[in-house]
């Protein structure tokens, strides 16, 4: 447990959703932050046939995208949320941008949520499990739909107050959590790839080009591995370990999710800084926070413990 969490269970208990509505600002940049990749990846098929997509917009996205998804599995996951390993400040609010970049929320929304989702694992209180609706084709189908991103227009917001204290006390994450800084934040995830691609093709065609396949399309691809990762992992895939929900292992979903999928051992062991601990099981995130902590910009990190893993493998 982080020592936010942990906090959290000294104090007097608090309800798990906050007395106060979700603000309509934030129901509606939940809708444009869901929307909007759709909308351009709709977009961007003209440009495919007319104009062409091109090397650079393909150079552009491959090169942003991994900050991005950095930001939401090193950052926003095994940093903020589970506590996996310290950091320099100068790198907390780098990780805490970078997740921001990638619509997703501020990190203090986006921890809240996620913490809740481990207390209450596929269980009533869970804020995004696909079993929400039961078991059966129609009550999977919903709730798959429900855990990939519907629940992201729910009318309540999970208490900020009780599941990121820790978070509220960080005057850098607090800052960077306000509307106007955040929606600066979201802003340049099309600015900066605008630039690149003006400065590279030298033409407003190219700027414009690389807005629609390096700017939304990143984020469309981001955000729905990242939403595939609360569905589609706590209903397919293998159990190697012991947990009390649903969550499995992914392989395909691996690479792309940047070692995200392999997230049965993740609810066995949620501070662990490495998901991928079996053979095979590539985990680029810990590859990442291995780099980061030979570079000393990271400190105290949670590795697999054989004899902890042991103790939770199925037999």
């Given amino acids: 447990?982080?020592?936010?969490?942990?906090?959290?269970?000294?104090?007097?208990?608090?309800?798990?959703?906050?007395?106060?509505?979700?603000?309509?600002?934030?129901?509606?940049?939940?809708?444009?932050?869901?929307?909007?990749?759709?909308?351009?990846?709709?977009?961007?098929?003209?440009?495919?046939?007319?104009?062409?997509?091109?090397?650079?917009?393909?150079?552009?996205?491959?090169?942003?995208?991994?900050?991005?998804?950095?930001?939401?599995?090193v950052g926003y996951h095994r940093h903020f949320t589970h506590g996996g390993f310290k950091a320099k400040r100068w790198l907390r609010i780098v990780l805490a941008i970078l997740g921001g970049q990638a619509w997703q929320g501020s990190v203090i929304f986006w921890v809240s949520?996620?913490?809740?989702?481990?207390?209450?694992a596929d269980q009533e209180g869970d804020p995004h499990s696909p079993w929400a609706y039961g078991p059966g084709v129609w009550g999977l189908t919903k709730g798959l739909y429900h855990a990939h991103m519907g629940w992201l227009f729910r009318k309540e917001r999970t208490s900020r107050s009780k599941y990121a204290p820790d978070l509220?006390?960080?005057?850098?994450?607090?800052?960077?959590?306000?509307?106007?800084?955040?929606?600066?934040?979201?802003?340049?995830?099309?600015?900066?790839?605008m630039g690149l691609g003006a400065l590279l093709t030298w033409s407003w065609h190219g700027a414009v080009t690389a807005v629609f396949w390096a700017g939304l399309l990143r984020v469309f691809a981001g955000d729905h591995i990242t939403f595939s990762i609360n569905s589609i992992c706590h209903v397919f895939g293998k159990e190697d370990f012991k947990t009390r929900d649903h969550s499995r292992n992914v392989w395909w979903l691996a690479i792309p999710s940047f070692g995200e999928s392999w997230h049965n051992l993740?609810?066995?062991?949620?501070?662990?800084?490495?998901?991928?601990?079996?053979?095979?099981?590539?985990?680029?995130s810990a590859r990442v926070i291995w780099l980061m902590e030979k570079a000393g910009w990271v400190w105290d990190v949670r590795?697999?413990?054989e004899q902890r893993l042991a103790s939770r493998r199925v037999p």
């Fill in 266 to 284: 993740h609810h066995a062991d949620p501070t662990c800084a490495r998901h991928g601990v079996l053979k095979g099981q590539l985990d680029i």
């Fill in 113 to 120: 949520d996620h913490r809740r989702h481990h207390k209450y």
């Fill in 303 to 305: 590795w697999p413990d």
């Fill in 1 to 73: 447990m982080t020592a936010g969490v942990a906090d959290v269970g000294s104090r007097a208990p608090q309800p798990d959703i906050s007395p106060k509505p979700v603000p309509l600002v934030e129901r509606i940049s939940v809708v444009v932050f869901v929307v909007a990749p759709v909308v351009g990846v709709a977009a961007a098929v003209p440009f495919f046939w007319g104009w062409g997509l091109g090397w650079t917009d393909v150079a552009i996205f491959a090169f942003l995208y991994p900050f991005n998804a950095l930001g939401i599995t």
């Fill in 168 to 193: 509220l006390k960080d005057k850098d994450l607090v800052l960077l959590g306000r509307n106007d800084v955040y929606a600066l934040i979201t802003l340049t995830t099309l600015l900066v790839p």
